[in-house]
């Protein structure tokens, strides 16, 4: 019986994995055919993007910007995790901020991002500290939901086990809440990683002179498709590297079920 489930479930991975492959296959075919009939300004060949794409990552005055972009993502990601987690450990360390935190996130969820991106520039300039600017304030509110979510379902016989063997808050917290959290923290570390790469495009077209957003708007300024193409697929792959390198073994870590 346990063999015969076996083979029925790898045979639906292989035939998964086939229609998968022949989707990507007929997507490609058909880009080229209406790349045929189309001017490269409009629709660029394949092989044109393809070598485009590469370009932002072998090209010495083009990596620079593609590690510009990949550094001030992994920057915001990290900021607005510390900031929503420490929002949310203020909100439950001291009940009388919990108002306050809650309309913070009512703030920074409803603000619209082209705002924020605005602002940035005018308050910072064409800067690195603009970027981060509007995407650390985009990004926080996933990370105090996360946070405040994990910590509330913290294990309070746990907490209370351990506050039994020493009276050090500190250790408490690193030695007992860090881990109980790590799960959630993972998930904010995640989500906010994705849609990071996304806010990265529209601070850097507003307030950037170099990254793969101040790549785009050259392009477009210049009727460069391939160009365009190839900046948004080296933004799906730098995602892809991240998630399956550094994300995906911590959740595998922290929380075996998730991944």
């Known amino acids: 019986m346990q063999a015969d489930t076996y083979r029925l479930s790898r045979r639906t991975r292989v035939y998964g994995e086939l229609i998968a492959n022949a989707f ?24 044109q993007v393809g070598r485009s794409l590469l370009d932002l ?11 510009a972009s990949t550094a001030r993502v992994i920057a915001a990601v990290l900021m607005s995790l510390a900031l929503g987690g420490g929002f949310a450990l203020l909100a439950r360390n001291v009940p009388v901020t919990e108002g306050a935190v809650n309309r913070l996130l009512v703030l920074l969820n409803s603000f619209p991002s082209l705002g924020w991106a605005l602002l940035g520039v005018i ?5 690195t500290p603009s970027v981060l600017f509007v995407e650390v304030a985009i990004l926080t509110p996933f990370s105090l939901v996360n946070v405040r979510e994990g910590l509330a379902r913290l294990d309070n016989d746990a907490l209370e086990m351990g506050r039994s063997f020493t009276r050090n808050p500190w250790r408490v ?3 007992l809440i860090v881990p109980l959290l790590m799960p959630y923290l993972v998930a904010a570390l995640r989500v906010s990683y994705g849609i990071g790469w996304k806010i990265a495009l529209v601070a850097e077209i507003f307030g950037a002179e170099t990254g793969l957003g101040y790549l785009m708007i050259q392009a477009e300024a210049n009727a460069d498709a391939a160009r365009v193409v190839a900046t948004c697929l080296a933004i799906v792959v730098l995602f892809t590297l991240g998630d399956r390198l550094a994300i995906e073994p911590l959740a595998k870590r922290f929380h075996p079920a998730a991944s």
Not at 27 to 33: A, H, K, L, N, S
Not at 57 to 67: K, Q, S, Y
Not at 123 to 127: D, F, K, Q, T
């Open 24 to 47: 990507v296959l007929a997507v490609i075919g058909g880009w080229w055919f209406a790349a045929n009939h189309l001017p490269a300004s409009v629709m660029p060949r394949p092989e």
């Open 57 to 67: 990552f072998v090209d010495p005055t083009l990596i620079v910007h593609t590690l």
């Open 123 to 127: 308050w910072l300039g064409v800067s």
């Open 173 to 175: 917290f690193v030695k």
